[in-house]
T-cell receptor
Framework: ETGVTQTPRHLVMGMTNKKSLKCEQHLGHNAMYWYKQSAKKPLELMFV???????ENNSVPSRFSPECPNSSHLFLHLHTLQPEDSALYLC?????????????FGSGTRLTVV | DQQVKQNSPSLSVQEGRISILNCDYTNSMFDYFLWYKKYPAEGPTFLIS?????DKNEDGRFTVFLNKSAKHLSLHIVPSQPGDSAVYFC????????????FGAGTTVTVRA
């Protein structure tokens, strides 16, 4: 357990479904992120929230909709996804721990779109 | 536009020997570099970092070397252990608390017994 918890760990959804990914951190960090990891590719930054405000949307299609109700929780709402959206979706948070700035990742949600 | 590149997708090394992982970057504004380790079904975990004012940082069996003029960094693991088998990601940012990390594609390390 890293302090960043993601649910569900695995998700299979059809292209017409609507689902949500959840991320929760108890580290007191002020920034939270969604990353996408596709096979053999770098981690791609999708969204950044700083003090609950979205500060970055990295040209992500509108079928991905983030929500950050408070500094500890982050959601990624999914609808009408495509098979190429199948990937590992990682949540992370960042902040100072004992004076050192660091990033902490969750274990990810393995998403399969069928 | 991939600003951080790990050109070796995989590396196999004998237990007890040295593992050397390489990373190149193109953005001259980067001045803080990190290595993350990732096991299957887990998120990446922080391993070691280096700022551009240094050319070497050591933490136990792990040493990161930075060559700014060549825009190149490397991670040395000595001695390699079976538990080191994982995917290693290189990442870079403009300063130590910049939220925007740029990641490489990762290198899969397999340590043979």
């Amino acid at each position: 357990e890293t302090g960043v918890t993601q649910t569900p760990r695995h998700l299979v959804m059809g292209m017409t479904n609507k689902k949500s990914l959840k991320c929760e951190q108890h580290l007191g960090h002020n920034a939270m992120y969604w990353y996408k990891q596709s096979a053999k590719k770098p981690l791609e930054l999708m969204f950044v929230y700083n003090f609950k405000e979205q500060t970055e949307n990295n040209s992500v299609p509108s079928r991905f909709s983030p929500e950050c109700p408070n500094s500890s929780h982050l959601f990624l709402h999914l609808h009408t996804l495509q098979p190429e959206d199948s990937a590992l979706y990682l949540c992370a948070s960042s902040g100072r721990d004992r004076g050192v700035y660091g990033y902490t990742f969750g274990s990810g949600t393995r998403l399969t779109v069928v | 536009d991939q600003q951080v590149k790990q050109n070796s997708p995989s590396l196999s090394v004998q237990e007890g020997r040295i593992s050397i992982l390489n990373c190149d970057y193109t953005n001259s504004m980067f001045d803080y570099f990190l290595w993350y380790k990732k096991y299957p079904a887990e998120g990446p975990t922080f391993l070691i970092s280096i700022s551009s004012i240094k050319d070497k940082n050591e933490d136990g069996r792990f040493t990161v070397f930075l060559n700014k003029s060549a825009k190149h960094l490397s991670l040395h693991i000595v001695p390699s252990q079976p538990g080191d088998s994982a995917v290693y990601f290189c990442a870079a940012s403009r300063f130590s608390n910049d939220y925007k990390l740029s990641f490489g594609a990762g290198t899969t390390v397999t340590v043979r017994a």
